[in-house]
């Protein structure tokens, strides 16, 4: 029996819920999901900012985890802030979601395209891909240029307008797999790779199996080198809590 | 319920049993595993003559799997040989074990060594490194110079040598996670990682799990453009029945 | 005096004759030129799953010609199956249609655009010119979605099509150069050429020339490492035959 | 006249002076330098985690800043913390440290090594490398595991051991310049270049010298995509007062 | 004080009178700016072959630059003409305006456009963006076809051709920053930035800045290896006064 | 019949000689080979500075050449100097020698060290081998510093020195193919290939062979784009003769 924490980095509670239906969706029935919010933190991320911002709660999260015996953690935010330093503070696998739709991605097509939200997040998108080594796999990335907080009112009229950019993705970046590049998206994956006959990626469901996976086969975050736990040192003023 | 079918393209029966063995072991409980080797081609995989030769057996039991039902695949030889064609073959997924294991090691650690067979294979797990997106990722390779069929004879002491050379990659490269570069060192993953203190992937292990997510997911490959199916043509010869 | 054996790997004899009489006529006059299909495999390669059944046959040509005295090897289809295993195989040189025409526009252009058949072919086409080091000077590939058996049926109207889509390519790429991605487009070569007033290169008088001037060069494949002999081992079932 | 605010990330005061005064020792005499320390965050930046939590504290200072009608800034840490966030929110120019040396180093000289402090922050050298494009330039990185607050302390020696190990790395790498992994030996390099006789290049006056520049230049961060304003939204909880 | 010659590689006066123009508005008031066109070469680059034979000229007006003690250099045209050999003749620091504009470009956006005079020069500004590291953070390349000589001609109405082309670009590309990519645009700069809203940077005075903080930081190019200084010989011919 | 004129860029006549030799070694009997050293220019090239103006000479026998019907050229300096400027001057085809040698040592090979002469050149090998796409094929640059013009000394010893080198770079690197990398190392090739059981390859046969091959195929530099002729254009001072 594996627990996993997925953590919605922002403080969006109707989101966290989404996302923890969309991860208890595919976990094995053995899996215990726990999704939250930090208790800290900006209402959604669509910036630099409020990514950097995210990341003091969401390591609280982490180091809440820990003493509770968390077995691994999901970073369900597509720019999967804080992901390398949750890596030191967890003993168990940590997997981001942009990061699992990825490796999903190469694993079921030839090149996948990513559709996200806003269009100031495409640069975004395009480091993260370069970064785990998928530069050539990612074939393009596409905003809707809805906010985050929009993709559930059905005002936005979300789903079909990504449908339809997820259509115009597979055209113009010669594409055979949809990344959705935002955990707000994650419940219209089934409904868009239906429509499109393509694979369509939620990066939720696909980083809680992967997190299964690396909680079955024995595997944690290496501790040499680079990931090894934080070294013990004072912090100060109003972080002064995240003290090791 | 999932129906996986683990194939080992060489046709050394004992090291199906293996590999069916280590596969089985990390499965979910609901988990259908059939090991099955093909009935022509090498007995060991060691050179891309042996690949290249054995890649009909291994489609003859892609498509044998298909009549049968099966979910999704595994390619047990770190050379990943067929895995396009495969792909093209079957509805469900398809994940070769030095892919696997390549993806898992991205996800537990900053850079991984691989531990492999013969000299002459380095080249091999190089390019599919590279192919794969994690050129940078993977740091060295290293080659035990022990035959495949040799590594469970006591004689070769090989999970000693394994060990010891795993040692001296994580120095050279500056590594902190290790690939194991061959399906016949499938059950040696535990031991060197207790001794190491690093993880150490198996990929027969990392692609059943990951196969086992796929499924969950409903992922399958996409059969728009490069992977759709093999249009249907004429066939001769010693290879007549491969016509489809 | 050079022998070289130029081996189309699909079993269509009428190819098999464009091909011969093309690297016949850019040959010089002491090279002998044999052309040949192999005894088995698909009648044209158009998905990896023909490509991989392509090879064995492939192989045993190779191994024929080992036995008769050949003084190096093309490989006539643009995917260039089989190429490492060949070379493991072969004393002499073995030079791909893809890699050579890709290698020879790089000696006249700036950037070259490879002109192809079937859009399912786009990706190998790409994979194949990162592979050989060419992933920046290749512009584009464009699909003129022609099955390759069809390339010289007068009904295709093939020679038109594909001219038209070189110069679109030309202009939507910024190249200056031009590849012809399909062993069956080797007569379009001087007629696109003149039409279009940039080099058209056809891969199989390129290779042909490579395979000639690296054997008057004394070059043989390293047997150093990854391309030595192929060990023995025995081989079972239907390609019993392809034991060392 | 411009006015040019050098943050050090961490607490640690004697080093946020011995940053302010290598910064002012490079400056034009119509320059004002304010060098300062965040009022929160961890005393030394260590590892990822001490990174990520250094960011609020910066981005304050920026946010502070601005407010005050700073014209650029400097990030005084090699790891660039909070860089990307840091350029949304101030209206002029921000540059990292890391970032600053190796552009100088790559004005200066065929490729550079960087000496960096503890072995678990290779890693991220070699990260920052490659995102800023200078994977290639750069050759290697070496770490010389002092401490970042032993690095003032006589009995480290550390000044010492940091030129050995420069003399060490350019032999190694082949290199012909050093970058300074770490603001706390801002003051080494003159005594360093001195003794190698190759250019060393210290971060903090690298980038003081830079942001001087873009300011004379009239350059200000693009305000068009990726680094637009942050979003007005609401922030909750400990980070309630970074709510734009 | 610094003494900055800046070299404009043609032979054409009024371009070289802008360009001095454009560095003394940007530079320090203690720095000297020298701006000359050599006496030999091309009256405007245009071409590899007009750039290969601005060289000697340009060498020569280092050597002189040398005898004079000028501290650094500026090569002004967008080809960097003659970088590698200026560095190895001077003692002070050399600096190409491509180079400067691409480093500059990197230091205030997430990506940058070049817009340049013909088309043919359009694979020199990716080679170059290539060989400097910015291959992924140079979006884009778009030749507005006036000639160098015109650009400052009324009737090519260059500054509004230009512009345009800028806006293009950036909506193309995705960019948020422009590079200029011709010396003879250097007086376009501001006003281009002002129509747009994004930086546009002029090389010219990019280098500038660069040289100036170079000297201001004491970095000279490294004269360990690549950039050592010439080894004496003999030169005959035309060029025997370039005997070193 | 083809004229392929083979221009040594210095001016040691003993050199130019010894490269006639080993052209006309490789070269088919139908081919003429005219071998030349320049009329103005460095006596041997060591360093950028003798690169850049070994150029003009070089051109001016391209130019020359052109006059006289010649079909193709080689640059047989291992910088490839003036290489793009040649190929806008000439109706054939033109090949340096680094590159020609590059292209063959990956068609026998996979993956090459390179031998060169002074250390100070390692960059620029390095620099070509990326320019050329064989960033990953070539394994290594490895200097026996030996001066150009001593190469040819008995007392320099430099077979045996150079010969002692590539076995070292063989292990070292893990190549498995030799590129001599300075044509004044030609006649070295069979013998140090004899002794170490690998293919060396000299770019100067390479080179010859290409041209050959490329003029037999009718394939000319593209004139569409990058290397189009040079536009007319006055040229002034020493070089006024270069005016076109």
Redesign the interface.
């Known amino acids: 029996m594996a627990h996993i924490k997925v953590i919605n980095p922002n403080?969006a509670r109707a989101m966290t819920e989404t996302i923890g239906r969309c991860a208890r969706a595919?976990a094995?029935p053995a899996t215990v999901i726990t999704a939250v919010s930090?208790?800290?933190?900006?209402?959604?991320i669509?910036?630099?900012?409020?990514?950097?911002?995210a990341?003091?709660?969401l390591?609280a999260e982490i180091a809440a985890g820990e003493r509770d015996g968390v077995d691994g953690y999901v970073i369900a935010c597509f720019g999967d802030p804080?992901l390398?330093?949750a890596?030191?503070?967890a003993a168990g696998?940590v997997?981001g979601i942009a990061?699992a739709a990825m490796?999903?991605a190469?694993?079921?097509?030839?090149?996948f395209s990513v559709v996200t939200t806003l269009?100031?997040?495409?640069?975004?998108a395009w480091?993260l891909a370069?970064?785990?080594?998928?530069?050539?796999?990612c074939r393009g990335v596409h905003a809707c240029d809805i906010?985050v907080l929009d993709l559930d009112d059905p005002a936005s009229d979300a789903r079909k307008v990504v449908a339809e950019l997820c259509a115009t993705a597979?055209e113009t970046d010669?594409s055979?797999?949809i990344v959705l590049g935002c955990a707000g998206m994650a419940d219209f994956c089934?409904e868009v790779?239906r429509d499109l006959?393509?694979?369509v990626?939620d990066g939720v469901?696909?980083a809680t199996?992967?997190v299964?996976?690396?909680v079955?086969?024995?595997?944690?975050?290496?501790?040499?080198?680079?990931?090894?736990h934080?070294?013990p040192?004072?912090?100060?003023?109003?972080?002064?809590d995240?003290t090791?």
Do not use: C, N
């Open positions: 403080t595919v094995a930090p208790a800290m933190g900006p209402a959604s669509e910036s630099h900012y409020d990514e950097a911002l990341v003091p709660g390591l804080g390398h330093a890596r030191e503070l696998p997997v990061e490796h999903a190469t694993l079921v097509g030839s090149g269009s100031r997040t495409v640069g975004r480091h370069r970064e785990y080594g998928f530069g050539a796999a906010p597979l010669g055979d797999t089934t790779s006959g393509v694979p990626i469901a696909a199996k992967l299964e996976s690396l079955a086969l024995g595997l944690r975050t290496s501790t040499r080198g680079e990931y090894a934080p070294l040192k004072r912090y100060s003023g109003l972080l002064r995240f090791i």
